[in-house]
């Protein structure tokens, strides 16, 4: 009788399903029973437990084998496989939102001299690469059998306006001089700029341009200007329209007079806002005072320059809204809403609507691919009707590719709507009351004034808590 065998009436092996641990149970008993590790090596060998084995677990076990009687022993892990690294697009310029910003002085103006810094490219000048993914290292069950490794997903280049890509798929190239920028969905672009040396009056009329657009004056009230890039202005917006695919920085200020709206892709710097509008999908930052506006960021608002007063309108931001300080002894209402994300909620509508027709062009498909496979079954498949079941065939392939993207993307935006960690009010000095606080779907009515707070999500409440 084998030792591995003698000892098979004492110990029970079992292995979990995914074969990443084994365990060894004592399940019977005899006064003068003993064991060693090298026969217990030999019962797991039996029982195809050859990987992983931790001798310190036997060693506990033969040293004192009535400790652990009925106990289930974790003595063998597999050695875990590692992922792959994700693909990537590589840069070559480095290229951040806030590179190419004009110069922001310590009183909140931006000088726009130091355009410098502006990521200008030439034609044929290589602007990104594609790196590949990784394929990840196998690892091993506790039986020996490789574990396959999840390999890492493939990056694919955005590709944007005046850009190439060579035949490999590896390299892109500007395809003309101009501003490299990339918009908030990842396209890469060159943009040419447009300068205006002046206001936007009679005399210019609305501006609609590919690329980006510098204005070297003010904006009067009534016109408008589409940027796909950048959007800059030296003097004062007023109850305009300016609507930029990259980021908006406005040195002068932006009287709204109720009328227009100033929406950014990406970020908006200005130094006061006053019975504006303002939509960024990035952060915006104001310098100086919000008053009696109406601002929406998908990140965060920052008014926390010298004065940094915020006093009525409403506030919403995805993420984080700071100020120094918030409403006035007057209770003028002012509500700061964050955690929200109206655009999402908006996309989200969308998609699960297209996702219901996407769903619809699917049924259809099949049930038409079902009876031609009939047909052709029964061979009365014709020569016409073999030529629509292959572009069905085709058709059903295309439908099925965009419904998955559809659910993708409706999984990424319910994912962010959940997340309220991030979400917070921060009061550098004072928040006064008539000011309003909602935090998701939770709403605090200041009643009284309080200095140097912030307001955050905590267990189902808005919490105030002291700023350190």
């Known amino acids: 009788m084998s030792v591995s065998f003698?000892?098979?009436?004492?110990?029970?092996?079992?292995?979990?399903?995914?074969?990443?641990?084994?365990?060894?149970?004592?399940?019977?008993?005899?006064?003068?029973?003993?064991?060693?590790?090298?026969?217990?090596?030999?019962?797991?060998?039996?029982?195809?437990?050859?990987?992983?084995?931790?001798?310190?677990?036997?060693?506990?076990?033969?040293?004192?084998?009535?400790?652990?009687?009925?106990?289930?022993?974790?003595?063998?892990?597999?050695?875990?496989?590692?992922?792959?690294?994700?693909?990537?697009?590589?840069?070559?310029?480095?290229?951040?939102?806030?590179?190419?910003?004009?110069?922001?002085?310590?009183?909140?103006?931006?000088?726009?001299?130091?355009?410098?810094?502006?990521?200008?490219?030439?034609?044929?000048?290589?602007?990104?690469?594609?790196?590949?993914?990784?394929?990840?290292?196998?690892?091993?069950?506790?039986?020996?059998?490789?574990?396959?490794?999840?390999?890492?997903?493939?990056?694919?280049?955005?590709?944007?306006?005046?850009?190439?890509?060579?035949?490999?798929?590896?390299?892109m190239y500007a395809a003309i001089d101009g501003l490299l920028t990339v918009t908030d969905n990842g396209k890469i672009n060159v943009f040419p700029i447009y300068e205006i040396?002046?206001?936007?009056?009679?005399?210019?009329?609305?501006?609609?341009?590919?690329?980006?657009?510098?204005?070297?004056?003010?904006?009067?009230?009534?016109?408008?200007?589409?940027?796909?890039?950048?959007?800059?202005?030296?003097?004062?917006?007023?109850?305009?329209?300016?609507?930029a695919g990259g980021s908006i920085v406005i040195n002068g200020g932006v009287i709204g007079y109720h009328k227009g709206c100033i929406q950014a892709a990406q970020h908006v710097k200005c130094a006061f806002v006053q019975d504006g509008n303002i939509v960024a999908g990035g952060d915006i930052t104001v310098s100086q005072s919000i008053m009696h506006s109406t601002l929406r960021a998908a990140q965060s608002i920052y008014c926390n320059g010298t004065k940094g007063l915020i006093v009525g309108g409403v506030i919403q931001a995805g993420e984080k809204v700071t100020a120094r300080t918030i409403g006035n002894s007057m209770s003028t209402v002012t509500v700061l809403e964050v955690g929200v994300l109206p655009e999402l909620r908006n996309e989200l509508k969308e998609l699960r609507a297209r996702q219901r027709q996407q769903l619809d062009h699917v049924s259809k498909t099949?049930?038409?691919?079902?009876?031609?496979?009939?047909?052709?079954?029964?061979?009365?498949?014709?020569?016409?009707?073999?030529?629509?079941?292959?572009?069905?065939?085709?058709?059903?392939?295309?439908?099925m590719s965009e419904l998955a993207e559809t659910k993708e993307r409706i999984f990424e935006i319910e994912q962010t709507l959940e997340d309220t960690t991030k979400a917070r009010v921060e009061v550098l000095n004072s928040i006064y009351g008539g000011s309003k606080i909602v935090i998701g779907r939770y709403t605090r009515f200041i009643k009284d004034a309080s200095q140097r707070v912030v307001y955050t999500y905590i267990d189902g409440d808005i919490a105030m808590l002291p700023i350190t």
């Open 6 to 171: 003698a000892l098979e009436q004492f110990f029970q092996i079992t292995i979990s399903d995914d074969k990443a641990t084994a365990y060894i149970e004592l399940v019977n008993w005899e006064e003068d029973f003993h064991c060693d590790v090298e026969s217990m090596e030999a019962l797991l060998a039996d029982h195809q437990v050859v990987h992983g084995i931790q001798r310190e677990a036997l060693e506990g076990i033969a040293a004192k084998p009535a400790g652990y009687q009925f106990q289930k022993i974790a003595v063998a892990y597999a050695t875990q496989p590692i992922p792959g690294e994700h693909g990537k697009i590589v840069s070559m310029l480095q290229s951040k939102p806030a590179d190419h910003r004009p110069l922001e002085t310590d009183d909140g103006k931006v000088d726009f001299k130091e355009i410098t810094r502006l990521n200008n490219v030439s034609k044929g000048q290589l602007i990104a690469t594609r790196i590949p993914p990784s394929p990840g290292k196998p690892g091993m069950s506790v039986t020996g059998a490789e574990m396959p490794p999840k390999a890492g997903k493939e990056a694919r280049f955005k590709i944007g306006k005046n850009v190439v890509v060579d035949a490999e798929q590896v390299h």
């Open 197 to 243: 040396h002046g206001d936007v009056d009679y005399s210019v009329g609305n501006i609609d341009f590919v690329g980006t657009v510098v204005i070297r004056g003010n904006v009067l009230s009534g016109f408008r200007i589409k940027s796909a890039g950048d959007i800059r202005v030296t003097g004062f917006v007023e109850g305009a329209d300016l609507e």
């Open 366 to 399: 099949e049930k038409a691919l079902n009876l031609l496979n009939q047909l052709a079954a029964a061979g009365q498949l014709t020569p016409d009707k073999l030529g629509l079941r292959i572009k069905l065939n085709a058709t059903q392939k295309s439908h």
